[in-house]
């Protein structure tokens, strides 16, 4: 069951926040406007999915400063930048930070209403995707050591003899540490085992035959 | 009379006379007669000469008066200020050449006739004025005043006045001396002409600085009005759904509501853009100050926004009306308020702010720009108004200078001084506008 998508606006232009608020709500969503990054960043309580529409330049902190603290809160919700003076120092910047867009006031026509749909389900994808990453790590923390090691042989494509002759134990070990990796990790087949540990990152070079 | 006189010789002749000859008696009588002529023919010519003395010399005595009576006439009907004396009621007693020249009326014309019909309506009433604040201990006053001339045109005149008051202290009457400065007032209108597109050409070089903060200032609620379009049409097509239909018409009209506001929000930047930069001539008007400081800020909101500077207004209430050119004053604002905002730029980042006040006493009012930037070096203070002197790199050494002859042009200073801890203050004084008395009626 997925969770509604929330839009944040941060703009310290007050008709602006509200003009983007009703854009929103066409789109039957909630969403909240903040004056300020500060104000933001006080009251965002890491609600996911999500979309952020920043305005750049802004009293205090400025749109893309913003940006470069949520990146480092590890907070990767998506994130569509306005400006109403776009420089390409700019426009690099916000990219660079991850921005999903970066649109110049006043938007065309349905832009930036596309823009927010595009981030929410980009949001919704990428929350999925770190959903399941906690969930891989959290049975990867179920292994033991032997059998995390034994599990990076695996997915490196070895089979079992390699492997026992490797750990030098008996392939009776070897099979049994692969069949307790398969109930720890949930896993119904080798093919399923490889992508989890390619969505964790257990994939190790060295394990290779 | 020369009878009377030998009847008295011969009276004394006779009265003393003793027993003597006939022939004796007459040779004395005949020789005392001709010695009585004798004397009495001295004195007359002595007489005579007396008086032909003494009628030469208030002859001469005349002949003195007159040329030094014809002297002071012709050194005040000669000269070209006017003379003239007048008593209360403003009945002329005395006028003089220069000013029946001036007037194209002769003195015979002017003598016994009322001048107040001649001063120019808007001035009569301050005319009053400074006549009813003539006394003992003040008894001159200047006054410039427009002159009505036959032809319908005025002239600028500049008066001294003065009661005259006689040895015992008791009132004369009053004595004005004047000139025609019709041409200086010309010249100074010139001055304040180029004054007024120097004003202009610096508020055109100013917006040039503005310009990018202002396109973002525009842009701002056009954003939001296009926003807010794509948002009405969107809930327009929602009405095709029937449940939804009542909310999405009203969400609609309150978005087209926004729009209209946006629009007239983008419409007033635009105009008070346009009243920024537009060329005209000085326009002296009654404003409230507080109310030109606001637009003033708005006009560089971008630019505070950006330096990260906040304004705090400490406005008094119930300020005083002043009289002015309300976009020159402004732009003394603006060019304090960007002063300020580059002044603050090492400042640290929660201390940038300006504080902007307002105040009045019975006299004048002031503004105060106080900011918290690096201020100014002692020995740069002197030449702070110079012109062409500047401590910014980019700086023209125009901005404090305009400052002080838009200040200077409405009768009001401005200075600025270094604050005690941190940065400075500027601040400009107006005088408050002069009404006139409250007794409507004339005792002059």
């Known amino acids: ?209 | 009379m020369s009878i009377d006189k030998s009847n008295s010789g011969n009276k004394s002749a006779n009265s003393t006379g003793s027993p003597r000859t006939d022939q004796e008696q007459f040779l004395n009588v005949e020789a005392a007669l001709r010695e009585s002529e004798f004397k009495y023919q001295q004195l007359k010519q002595e007489l005579e000469h007396r008086v032909a003395d003494r009628t030469a010399e208030l002859l001469r005595s005349n002949e003195r008066l007159r040329a030094s009576e014809a002297r002071y006439r012709s050194v005040v009907n000669c000269q070209a200020e006017f003379v003239i004396r007048w008593l209360p009621g403003a009945i002329f007693t005395f006028v003089n050449e220069a000013f029946c020249r001036r007037l194209g009326q002769t003195s015979d014309e002017l003598l016994g006739t009322c001048f107040l019909p001649i001063i120019h309506p808007e001035d009569a009433a301050a005319f009053q004025d400074v006549i009813e604040n003539l006394g003992h201990e003040n008894s001159y006053a200047d006054f410039e005043n427009r002159i009505i001339l036959p032809d319908g045109s005025f002239c600028w005149t500049h008066w001294t006045n003065q009661m005259l008051f006689d040895g015992g202290g008791s009132f004369l009457e009053y004595q004005s001396v004047g000139r025609d400065i019709t041409e200086l007032r010309n010249a100074a209108d010139t001055i304040r002409e180029k004054e007024a597109h120097l004003a202009h050409v610096s508020r055109v070089a100013t917006m040039g600085e503005l310009v990018a903060g202002m396109a973002h200032e525009i842009h701002q609620p056009l954003h939001a009005a296009k926003t807010f379009a794509e948002a009405a049409r969107r809930n327009l097509e929602m009405i095709r759904d029937p449940q939804q239909s009542t909310n999405h018409i009203e969400t609609a009209i309150d978005c087209t509501q926004e729009i209209s506001s946006a629009i007239s929000r983008t419409a007033k930047i635009i105009r008070s853009l346009r009243e920024f930069t537009h060329f005209r001539p000085v326009k002296f008007e009654e404003f409230d100050l507080n109310h030109v400081v606001h637009e003033a800020s708005k006009l560089i909101a971008y630019e505070t926004r950006k330096a990260q500077v906040k304004l705090i207004f400490n406005l008094v209430s119930g300020i005083p009306v002043i009289q002015g050119d309300q976009i020159q004053l402004q732009q003394v604002c603006v060019n304090l308020l960007m002063n300020a905002c580059e002044a603050m730029c090492e400042t640290p980042v929660e201390e940038r702010q300006i504080l902007i006040s307002t105040r009045f006493d019975s006299s004048q009012v002031l503004l105060a720009f106080c900011d918290a930037g690096c201020g100014i070096a002692e020995e740069n203070r002197e030449r702070l108004f110079d012109a062409f002197y500047s401590t910014k790199q980019q700086g023209m050494g125009m901005g404090l200078s305009l400052c002080k002859s838009i200040a200077e042009a409405h009768g009001g200073t401005i200075f600025g001084e270094n604050n005690e801890k941190l940065g400075m203050t500027f601040v400009l004084e107006l005088p408050r506008i002069r009404r006139p008395s409250n007794s409507p009626t004339m005792s002059i």
């Open chain 1, 1 to 209: 069951m997925s969770k509604q998508p929330k839009v944040y606006v941060v703009d310290d232009d007050q008709q602006a926040c509200k003009a983007v608020l009703a854009l929103v709500q066409t789109m039957g969503l909630p969403a909240e406007s903040f004056a300020s990054a500060e104000e933001f960043l006080d009251a965002y309580d890491d609600y996911r999915p999500a979309c952020l529409v920043t305005d750049v330049r802004m009293l205090g902190m400025s749109g893309l400063e913003l940006q470069e603290r949520l990146n480092e809160l590890g907070v990767t919700i998506s994130v569509v930048v306005l400006t109403a003076f776009a420089s390409t120092p700019t426009t690099v910047r916000a990219m660079r930070n991850g921005a999903l867009t970066l649109m110049e006031k006043p938007c065309d026509d349905d832009h930036l209403w596309e823009a927010i749909r595009s981030g929410i389900a980009a949001d919704e994808q990428n929350w999925k995707l770190e959903q399941r990453r906690v969930t891989i790590k959290q049975r990867l923390d179920l292994l033991t050591p032997k059998e995390r090691e034994v599990l990076e042989y695996v997915v490196a494509g070895n089979a079992n003899k390699v492997i026992a002759n490797r750990l030098d134990v008996s392939i009776r070990t070897v099979e049994n540490h692969r069949q307790k990796i398969f109930q720890k990790m949930q896993a119904l087949s080798l093919a399923e085992l490889v992508r989890m540990a390619l969505t964790v990152g257990v994939i190790s070079d060295s394990r290779n035959s």
